[in-house]
């Protein structure tokens, strides 16, 4: 649960109210006074926004009162001087996403007090993320500034960053299939392509562009290159705000290699490794990487901020290696083992070149890996060794065109640990067949 919906009607007396309630739970020292309290006001929220008739209603409706139970004992837990009602107050705030009780009562109670700009902007939300540009149009008609404004919630968002959907209200992270039309009427009626945000950490960092290529959203619905496009048709930084070449590198570490592409043929910059490696350019890498470890000079180290990799050739060598064994570059990766690379090197999930290259398919680099001395039984961030990570793919990611059966023998004839397929369910499509065929 990240930020729960208003109901359509918010009352600020009520909210009140249910502060009040909580404290009262809290003090009672019982856990059930706690599991009572969230139970009744999301009850009554999924009520005021009908949504008892939706899908699997009841189980969803009970995980999302034990994620606000664990939520709410946690805040409790944390008050050293007893939990007090400002505490419960700011609580319900946070939960609506909103980062102070105050800024939630204004935005609660504008309407009341002849400011319905706030509710203006809900609506316009609303429309941008359900696809509704007939609303969308009369509300920006009527009050044109809605263009400009942010979110009174805590990630400041404009109506732009929420056709990103991604740091916003989960329940609005959505991407409707007119997407890139809604994104060119706001462009149209003003929209800054690069106003910032103050989503995951407040920073230049957080545009539309960068906020785009890092959603799962407009990628499932086969949009994310033409919103690229369309946001740098109408004036977004191609090598980011501050010209540290960030859409294109998140795009990267994200694992949008096609929105890279497309921002590389728009003439994003590709003057590092960890780019040119994941876009395939071998001749670039050729130029870039004198040998083992060394840059030719005047090659930047430039590399995802939020993966903070120390500033030396080889650190940067290494995650182009990797990098480009994720993105199935294998003439780079080959052409990087030419040049001495270390085989175990692994990115910031602890996904050596040899885990990347096993999950897709990639038997010969895999096997000159493994003959180089990769090894096997490294564990990722998620305790996968590489043949662990290679059969999770297969049974539950699996990449388009990759035959897993052989991979997962080749893997075991080279010595990997078979034992850890036995926790696989035996319903699986790939790994029981695999094991059944073996005998094990």
Known sequence: MDALPLPPRPNLDQYRKRAKELVDAARAGDPDAIRVWASDWLTALTQALDMTTAPNFPSLLKQAIEVLVERTQKRIDASAGGFALADAQHLIATIHGF????????????????DSHGREFEAAVDAVVSGDLPTLQRLIAAQPDLVRQHSTREHRATLLHYVAANGVEDYRQRTP????????????????????????????????????????????????SPLVELLLDYGAAINGVKDDESPILTAIDFGYIYAAETLARRGARVDNVITAASLGRVDLVSAFVVDKYTLAPGVPLIAPAWRNLATDARTHIEAAFVYACRFERVEVATRLLERGVDVAAADGQKMTALHHAAAHGLIDLARALIARGAPLEVKNMWGGTVLDSTAYFAEFMPIKGVDYTPVLQMLVDAGANVRVLDDY????????????????
């Open 99 to 114: 980062d102070t009780w105050a800024a939630f009562a204004r935005h609660v109670d504008a309407p009341f007090k002849g």
């Open 177 to 224: 299939p007119n997407a890139v039309e809604i994104a060119r009427f706001l462009l149209d009626s003003g929209a800054k392509a690069d106003a910032l945000a103050d989503t995951y950490g407040r920073d230049y960092w957080q545009t539309t562009m960068n906020l785009l290529v890092s959603s799962a959203h407009p990628d499932g619905a086969g949009l994310m």
């Open 425 to 440: 369910p035996a319903d699986g499509t790939v790994v029981p067949q695999f094991l059944a065929r073996r005998g094990s």
